[in-house]
């Protein structure tokens, strides 16, 4: 059985037992595919892909209230929340330049947490990391610089560009 450890809000298991040959199927497939940078990653990705199919076929999905507000999915946000979305542009009503002659007449959005996806792998809520600008612009491609990578992803772009991308079309 895994030890469950809570930090910050988010779950870590700290240990997982699988059998022998298991590992070893799983340590050739990370050798040989050479996708997911550790073992790790790959269970992670497995048991992902696992719950996305249980929660596809589980009429019963699971929710969260928004973080701000407290309201519940599919309901109206609570007025001067962060976290609604403004009807014209998609980006957060706070701080978007809509005006208010732009949004007369269309209908508030309702509340549904829809979670940040890695642009690349498409892991849902990868851990959250930061770099200099300067960096995520010389190693990531313009098309995915205002996406969400994980920090697997961003490294093996920069293993992927070495000099940084721009630096493909002067070879």
């Not at 996708?35 to 992902?48: I, Q, S």
């Not at 208010?100 to 890695?118: K, M, S």
Request: aromatic share 8%; proline share 8%.
């Amino acid at each position: 059985m895994a030890e469950h450890i809570i930090k910050n809000g988010r779950g870590q298991f700290s240990t997982i037992s699988l059998p022998t040959p298991l590992i070893q199927e799983v340590d050739k497939i990370v050798k040989e595919w050479r996708y997911w940078p550790t073992k790790t990653d790959f269970v992670r990705e497995a048991v992902l892909q696992r719950l996305a199919t249980y929660r596809k076929n589980n009429p019963q999905r699971i929710t969260w209230p928004c973080h701000d507000c407290g309201v519940k999915e599919g309901e109206l946000h609570k007025d001067g929340c962060d976290m609604e979305r403004c009807p014209k542009c998609g980006r957060q009503l706070i701080t978007c330049d809509c005006s208010d002659a732009d949004l007369e007449g269309l209908p508030r959005i309702p509340y549904i947490l829809v979670p940040n996806l890695c642009a690349l792998c498409g892991i849902q809520w990868p851990d959250l990391f930061t770099v200099p600008d300067e960096e995520w612009q010389k190693y990531i491609i313009p098309p995915l610089q205002d996406k969400v990578l994980c920090l697997a992803c961003y490294e093996d772009q920069k293993k992927l560009f070495p000099n940084g991308w721009a630096s493909v079309n002067r070879q």
